[in-house]
């Protein structure tokens, strides 16, 4: 098999697994988030309930600790596209996992030794 070959496979099974993640993803992460969440307060470690007065208070302590309030919005929010549920998400990994694999081939073509 050629190298081109492998290299076709293995987008295919990046797109599979793409599809695939968001129907066998948890619903209840336990990401930094949670944890942050949990440790204030905010949130119940096992559950997926979040109070949102003490999630605020537990942001505006961190902020006050740290004094650092730097926010960024996300381009695709919690893995998914508003409005579009399951579909949504499938199509927000899909775009992601295109773009790494696309960043992925430029690194490696502009990394290559000029004989390969």
């Known amino acids: 098999m050629e190298k081109k070959q492998y290299i076709m496979i293995g987008i295919a099974i990046a797109l599979v697994i793409a599809v695939a993640a ?33 999630a605020e ?19 695709l929010p919690d893995y998914g596209i508003e409005g579009l549920d399951k579909p949504g998400e499938v199509l927000a990994v899909v775009i992601g996992t295109l773009l790494m694999l696309i ?13 390969n």
């Open 22 to 54: 968001p129907f066998i993803a948890s619903g209840n992460p336990d990401g930094l988030e949670s944890a942050f969440f949990s440790i204030h307060g905010a949130k119940d470690f096992r559950g997926d309930e979040l109070d949102e007065d003490a």
């Open 103 to 115: 960043l992925v081939y430029g690194v490696a073509r502009m990394t290559a030794r000029p004989d």
């Open 57 to 75: 208070a537990a942001e505006e302590q961190a902020i006050a600790i740290t004094g650092n309030d730097f926010s960024f919005d996300a381009p």
